[in-house]
Nanobody
Protein backbone atom coordinates (compact mmCIF):
# COMPACT_ATOMS: atom_id res chain seq x y z
CA UNK A 1 0.00 0.00 0.00
CA UNK A 2 1.07 3.59 -0.61
CA UNK A 3 0.86 6.86 1.25
CA UNK A 4 -0.35 9.95 -0.61
CA UNK A 5 0.18 13.61 0.25
CA UNK A 6 -1.54 16.27 -1.85
CA UNK A 7 -0.52 19.90 -2.14
CA UNK A 8 -1.06 22.90 -4.37
CA UNK A 9 -4.63 23.85 -3.62
CA UNK A 10 -5.74 27.36 -2.81
CA UNK A 11 -7.85 30.33 -3.82
CA UNK A 12 -7.74 31.41 -7.46
CA UNK A 13 -9.78 33.78 -9.60
CA UNK A 14 -11.93 32.49 -12.46
CA UNK A 15 -9.78 31.89 -15.50
CA UNK A 16 -6.71 31.24 -13.39
CA UNK A 17 -4.54 28.16 -13.04
CA UNK A 18 -3.35 25.82 -10.32
CA UNK A 19 -1.17 22.73 -10.28
CA UNK A 20 -1.95 20.05 -7.74
CA UNK A 21 0.72 17.58 -6.67
CA UNK A 22 0.40 14.16 -5.10
CA UNK A 23 3.56 12.69 -3.60
CA UNK A 24 3.44 8.90 -3.55
CA UNK A 25 5.50 6.85 -1.12
CA UNK A 26 5.56 3.29 0.16
CA UNK A 27 5.13 0.13 -1.88
CA UNK A 28 4.87 1.25 -5.49
CA UNK A 29 4.47 -2.17 -7.02
CA UNK A 30 1.37 -3.16 -8.98
CA UNK A 31 0.04 0.36 -9.41
CA UNK A 32 -2.29 0.29 -12.39
CA UNK A 33 -4.22 3.55 -12.12
CA UNK A 34 -3.49 6.94 -10.57
CA UNK A 35 -6.14 9.58 -10.51
CA UNK A 36 -7.70 12.71 -9.15
CA UNK A 37 -11.21 12.99 -7.76
CA UNK A 38 -13.09 15.92 -6.30
CA UNK A 39 -15.97 16.51 -3.94
CA UNK A 40 -17.91 19.75 -3.85
CA UNK A 41 -20.09 20.69 -0.84
CA UNK A 42 -23.31 18.70 -0.84
CA UNK A 43 -22.23 16.55 -3.79
CA UNK A 44 -20.80 13.10 -4.25
CA UNK A 45 -17.14 12.53 -4.97
CA UNK A 46 -16.54 12.42 -8.71
CA UNK A 47 -13.75 11.32 -10.98
CA UNK A 48 -11.77 14.17 -12.54
CA UNK A 49 -8.88 12.47 -14.35
CA UNK A 50 -7.05 9.16 -14.43
CA UNK A 51 -3.71 7.96 -15.74
CA UNK A 52 -3.08 4.28 -16.32
CA UNK A 53 0.23 2.51 -15.91
CA UNK A 54 0.32 2.29 -19.69
CA UNK A 55 0.12 6.04 -20.04
CA UNK A 56 -3.50 6.38 -21.12
CA UNK A 57 -5.54 9.25 -19.72
CA UNK A 58 -9.22 9.88 -19.27
CA UNK A 59 -11.05 13.00 -18.11
CA UNK A 60 -14.55 13.84 -17.05
CA UNK A 61 -16.26 15.88 -19.75
CA UNK A 62 -16.42 19.10 -17.74
CA UNK A 63 -12.61 19.39 -17.51
CA UNK A 64 -11.56 18.12 -20.95
CA UNK A 65 -9.27 20.61 -22.65
CA UNK A 66 -8.63 22.47 -19.39
CA UNK A 67 -7.04 19.92 -17.03
CA UNK A 68 -4.02 17.69 -17.60
CA UNK A 69 -2.93 14.75 -15.49
CA UNK A 70 0.70 13.68 -15.57
CA UNK A 71 3.27 11.72 -13.63
CA UNK A 72 6.93 12.19 -12.74
CA UNK A 73 8.32 8.70 -12.27
CA UNK A 74 11.56 9.93 -10.74
CA UNK A 75 9.84 12.04 -8.11
CA UNK A 76 6.96 9.55 -7.67
CA UNK A 77 4.54 12.41 -8.00
CA UNK A 78 1.26 12.77 -9.84
CA UNK A 79 0.19 16.19 -11.02
CA UNK A 80 -3.07 17.79 -12.05
CA UNK A 81 -2.60 20.99 -14.02
CA UNK A 82 -5.80 22.99 -14.01
CA UNK A 83 -6.24 25.87 -16.45
CA UNK A 84 -9.18 28.17 -17.17
CA UNK A 85 -10.64 27.43 -13.77
CA UNK A 86 -14.33 28.05 -13.18
CA UNK A 87 -16.29 28.58 -9.96
CA UNK A 88 -17.86 25.16 -10.47
CA UNK A 89 -14.40 23.60 -10.14
CA UNK A 90 -14.46 24.54 -6.45
CA UNK A 91 -14.08 21.36 -4.41
CA UNK A 92 -11.76 19.29 -2.27
CA UNK A 93 -9.47 17.39 -4.63
CA UNK A 94 -8.27 13.91 -3.71
CA UNK A 95 -5.46 11.84 -5.14
CA UNK A 96 -6.12 8.12 -5.62
CA UNK A 97 -3.86 5.18 -6.39
CA UNK A 98 -5.24 1.77 -7.29
CA UNK A 99 -3.02 -1.26 -6.85
CA UNK A 100 -3.69 -4.96 -7.02
CA UNK A 101 -5.52 -5.61 -3.76
CA UNK A 102 -5.65 -2.05 -2.42
CA UNK A 103 -7.00 1.42 -3.05
CA UNK A 104 -5.32 4.45 -1.42
CA UNK A 105 -6.51 8.03 -0.92
CA UNK A 106 -4.84 11.24 0.11
CA UNK A 107 -6.22 13.66 2.67
CA UNK A 108 -7.46 16.13 0.07
CA UNK A 109 -6.59 19.68 -0.87
CA UNK A 110 -9.09 22.52 -1.15
CA UNK A 111 -9.45 24.39 -4.44
CA UNK A 112 -11.61 27.51 -4.39
CA UNK A 113 -12.33 29.45 -7.57
CA UNK A 114 -13.83 32.83 -6.76
CA UNK A 115 -13.45 36.49 -7.57
Amino acid sequence: QVQLVESGGGLVQPGGSLRLSCAVSGSLFSIYIMGWYRQAPGKQRELVAVLTSGGRTNYTDSVKGRFTISRDGVKNTVYLLMNSLKPEDTAVYYCNVAQVGSDSWGQGTQVTVSS
